[in-house]
């Protein structure tokens, strides 16, 4: 009576209107309560998902130290092998530098011992061409004082040989012959070669004593077979006899007389013309 009364006029719209409020503030309730339920499941899932993240993060961290740990071993590991590895590559090239220093010491000491040799070689060498220099000098050296002194139209002188020939046509036994050669400051002509025999075979030509014997300065006196040359007393050593010759003919030949071109053994008191000659030696 008294909800009447408050509304008398509007009874039914009354209701209608509480029904209305009623249902809309049901309404506003029922969508507060999902908007607190969407917060409490949002700030659910929040958490959820801070626990899940949390507990992702903490097993990547336990993950990630095992993952370090491995790797710090192995990195050790690594480590230890590769500074066994160097220690040993040192040691290997200490003993290879230690090696070779010593075999470059040895080849420098045998270079050194060779230069050494060497050196002393050369300088001998030098040395005895520098002798034989001024020997050969000294040979020239008197050639030239030789040929001064045959400078008489009637010596010849023979450089190569280094020898003054006169020949002498006047004839004279082999000891005469020997004398007259002596009193000049020479002596009767001796050869040594097949050079010099063939410089006084040109002589005689010259000469025109082609077909005469001709006393050179050999004889067998001595001892009969033994062919010497006078002065140095030596026996000869070149030699260039005619066919047959020495033959110690008749009562005896012991001096040398060739015809020119070849040798003879010929009677010393025969009377020939005779070549002196003047050397350097
Ligand atoms: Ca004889
Ligand atoms: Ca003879």
């Known amino acids: 009576m008294r909800y009447r009364n408050a509304f008398p006029k509007y009874p039914r719209a009354m209701h209608l209107f509480l029904l209305i409020l009623f249902l809309w503030k049901t309404t506003e309730q029922a969508y507060v309560d999902e908007r607190h339920m969407e917060a409490f499941l949002e700030g659910s899932l929040d958490e959820i998902t801070k626990g899940l993240k949390g507990t992702v993060n903490q097993t990547i961290e336990t993950k990630l130290a095992i993952v370090n740990l491995t790797i710090e071993t192995k990195l050790a590991i690594i480590e230890t092998n590769l500074k066994e590895k160097f220690t040993a590559l040192e040691e290997k090239n200490r003993k290879k530098i230690t090696a070779l220093e010593k075999n470059n010491t040895e080849k420098i000491t045998a270079l050194e011992a060779k230069f050494t040799a060497l050196e002393k070689t050369n300088r001998e060498k030098i040395a005895a061409l520098e002798q034989e220099r ?10 030239m004082e030789l040929q001064a002194s045959c400078a008489d139209d009637s010596w010849h002188f023979s450089f190569s040989t280094g020898s003054c020939f006169k020949v002498s046509t006047d004839k004279k036994t082999w000891t005469e012959s020997k004398t007259f050669c002596e009193n000049m400051g ?17 002589l005689l030509k010259d000469k025109g004593l082609t077909n005469h014997h001709v006393w050179y300065g050999g004889n067998d006196i001595d001892n009969e077979g033994t062919w010497k040359w006078v002065g140095s007393n030596t026996v000869m050593r070149y030699t260039n006899w005619n066919a047959g010759q020495p033959n110690n003919g008749g009562s005896g030949e012991n001096c040398l007389g060739p015809i020119p071109s070849t040798w ?18």
Do not use: G, M
């Open 186 to 202: 020479s002596h009767l002509v001796t050869v040594d070669s097949a050079e010099e025999d063939n410089i006084l075979f040109q």
């Open 134 to 143: 001024i020997k050969d000098l000294a040979q020239i050296n008197k050639k």
């Open 264 to 281: 003879w053994d010929r009677s010393c008191t025969d009377p020939n013309p005779f070549i002196c000659e003047k050397d350097i030696n």
